[in-house]
């Protein structure tokens, strides 16, 4: 069988990080060849590469389709040879109708003037080869989810795709939306259109895939071709979390006490959608200096957990109890909840920490200014004072604290935040992703800064895409998906393989 | 400087390096002292095209009483500007409580004072009812404000029955004609209490930026180099002194100047170093940080509509006191003026910056350019042309330092 695609020793490296490195990957003419990972590892970039969005020229290594280079500018470009991408948030505009939305940009008419019947005619022809029954007239905020990713897949269809490239397609859809989806791919495949599917549901990638190829941290690890024996999830689990832990994590004592913190039985209902509940009635505690960990995949409800716990931040028609030394507490509002000792430092620091305008002394005091204020005035030099402290303790790296954060690297803008959530005086710490997008030097900084919190009985909740910190740092880790725990490991009992398993299969693991 | 005798190559090394810490400050602060230049050198410029005239003291005066609710609303559009709203109904306001105002003093005969209070608290309830939607239930402030346009416009002619209303009692006037008595017997051409006022505001304003600067040394938290810091502030005070006199050596120092003085500084004051006024600045910077940081944020904006709605009441008093009558048309288009003076003077259309003096002086160019173009001779309808064009070219300066 040929090969509709190779993409050969790609590099991509990004100021500071190496995000592709020396990635091989090969696709056969009409198969489905699955690309799996971690978050993280790469697949997305490597997407991005294939289809134009990064363009020839800010990567190296070779993209050889139907057998000639070729040298992508833009996405344009790519789809003029029939690659098509469907990233994983949709690209389609909710309030105009399907046929708007699937010759967006490609409009059916001459001279300007759009041919709606001719239009009409051929959204009907599509939707129907990807087996929806809709009028070509509804407006795509009228369509559920899975019908989106379909109006998504016909409007590849219309640009007479030869190579389609779907970014975790199911990750939001419910299992009868998930096998309609499949189905249409294993029907496409027969019609000699080939697939990269990107996903992290094994079970599914077993049902569908050709072949599949594991990355794991921007390299390529292994490929298999499933058609010449049976891969066992096991084995791609081990390819895909496979690496040794070096010494990256501050040796750590930990001394536990007595429970603090505990939630019990929290439901959240989604803000917009309030009929889909998106926490389903989780319980977990911290004690007195544990690091706890939330392991999860992106979209399992982490954030959404740790926001609506911190003063009801997300979501609608909260339930359940929070009990802080054994007592309940109210905790309805942001107030409250740093009254009562409770910060969370988000994973969005941009756009969700910072002020980026403002100076770093501004930032610091943000979410504490009654600290350096007498009834309302603010003490510049009390401020000043405090913030230097923080510069001194944290080593943020600046050239005085009156410089404005959006000039500091990632890390440094992690390090303010931080800052600004310690001198609230909490006792309780969410950390959301503590070390996203920043570098490994950074990165120790911060956890050494973690373990001394703990070290001083504070309670340390961290969620984290990346295993490895969790499982480096943390004295017990909660697993979550699709908003319920679905596994509990003590630091001794967990492994990476454990965790992965807890997640794709969702089996409950553990005491719990 | 005695490194200049003991050998020449530690000179070298330490020029450039004082000059880039210049340079580098300079740059920081460009906006701030570029303001500053460029009306310094706008009524440089109307001086000599003027022949003089505008700096005369009978024209200070005027330029004065004709700006002060321009400046007077500046400061509360600068609060909602900077907590990332904006307000268009301010004009129609102005008109609506001259015409309360004089309702209530001419129909009704009812005591100045009371009126006076009773128009600030129908703003504030204005700028309550404005800020209501804008804060609690989002919608956008330019949506709720246009439709305050509208309505307190059609008020005010509801109000007036589309008549003038006028003259007002003589207490009322001063509000707006009025100058600060003279307390010394003959004193010849120049009002000493005026000038001695003026002195004593340089003077105090003087010590209180050196005590200022003294602790923020100590605390080594000085940014302002040395140099600029005295050059900025003898000059500031100078100025103040020379206005001053130009103003004691005419009728003295107008009631209105005074209130406008003290506003500027009690809102200075509030916007650099109260909690609320940094807590307005966070809102407008990054309104999802702020409130994870526990402020209430609609609460934050609600506050700067109340605000925004007693100074536009305050402005209407002066305006309508200014003209001794109330006229269906007052305060029209008063709304772009302020609006403008904001973003001349740096603040950012999507929140989070700007300063009370970069608005004044906003106010101020503004006002000048108004002056002395009409002293000039030049058109209204060109002098709209020039005023629209300097808006532009301020605020793409601002856009091209940033993007630089």
Known sequence: MSTILEMRGIEKTFPGVKALNNVNLAVRTGEIHAVVGENGAGKSTLMKVLSGVYPHGTYSGDIVYQGQTREFKDIVDSESVGIIIIHQELALVPLLSITENLFLGNEQATGGVIDWELSYARAKELLAKVGLKDPPSTLITNLGVGKQQLIEIAKALSKEVKLLILDEPTASLNESDSDALLELLLELKAQGISSILISHKLNEISKVADSITVLRDGATVDTFDCRKEAISEDRIIQNMVGREMADRYPKREPHIGETIFEVKQWRVHHPIHPERVVIKDIDFHVRKGEIVGIAGLMGAGRTELAKSIFGRAYGAKISGEVHLHGKKVDLSTIQKAINHGIAYVTEDRKGDGLVLDEDIKKNISLANLAAVSDKSVIDEAREFKVADDFRNKMRIRCSSVLQRVVNLSGGNQQKVVLSKWLFSNPEVLILDEPTRGIDVGAKFEIYTLISQLAAEGKCIIMISSEMPELLGMCDRIYVMNEGQFVGQFDAAEASQEKIMRAIVRNVKNGEH | ?404
Request: proline letters at 2%; charged letters at 10%; aromatic letters at 10%.
């Open chain 2, 1 to 404: 400087m005695e490194n200049t005798e003991m050998s020449k190559k530690p000179t070298l090394d330490a020029i450039p390096e004082v000059k880039k810490e210049y340079a580098g400050f300079l740059k920081n602060n460009m906006r701030e002292y570029g303001m500053l230049l460029s009306l310094v050198a706008i009524m440089a410029f109307f001086q000599v095209m003027t022949d003089g005239t505008l700096m005369q003291p009978l024209n200070l005066t005027n330029l004065v009483l004709q700006n002060s609710y321009v400046v007077i609303m500046a400061l509360g559009m600068l609060m909602v500007i900077v907590a990332g709203h904006i307000d268009l109904s301010v004009g129609s306001v102005v008109g609506f409580i001259g015409a309360l105002a004089a309702v209530l003093m001419v129909n009704y005969e009812m005591n100045f004072i009371l009126t006076t209070v009773i128009c600030l608290i129908a703003g504030a309830l204005i700028g309550a009812a404005q800020g209501y939607w804008v804060a609690f239930f989002r919608i956008p402030s330019f949506i709720v404000t246009l439709a305050g346009m509208l309505v307190f416009k059609g008020l005010t002619l509801a109000l007036l029955e589309g008549q003038s209303v006028g003259p007002f009692p003589r207490g009322f006037q001063l509000l707006s004609s009025g100058f600060i008595p003279e307390l010394f017997a003959d004193t010849g051409s120049v009002r000493l209490t005026s000038l001695l006022v003026g002195v004593a505001a340089a003077a105090i304003l003087l010590a209180v930026k050196v005590h200022g600067r003294a602790k923020q040394v100590k605390h080594g938290m000085e940014e302002e180099p040395a140099v600029f810091f005295l050059l900025k502030n003898v000059l500031f005070a100078a100025a103040i002194i020379a206005f001053s006199y130009l103003m004691a050596s005419y009728k003295g120092m107008p009631n209105v100047l005074i209130i406008m003085f003290a506003l500027m500084v009690v809102y200075t004051f509030v916007t650099n170093r109260t909690t609320i006024g940094r807590r307005v600045y966070a809102v407008g910077g990054n309104e999802k940080a702020a409130k994870l940081s526990g402020i209430k944020t609609e609460r934050v904006s609600f506050y700067t509509f109340v605000n925004m709605g007693m100074l536009a009441a305050l402005a209407g008093l002066i305006f309508a006191a200014r003209l001794n009558t109330a006229t269906p048309k007052a305060g029209t288009g008063f709304e772009l003026d302020v609006i403008a003076a904001c973003f001349i003077g740096g603040a950012s259309a999507s929140g989070g910056v700007g300063k009370v003096m970069g608005a004044v002086i906003g106010a101020f160019v503004m006002g000048v350019m108004n002056n002395g173009m009409s002293i000039m001779g030049i058109g209204i309808d060109y002098q709209q042309v020039i005023k629209g064009l300097v808006l532009l070219a301020a605020v793409f300066f601002d856009v091209y330092n940033k993007n630089k």
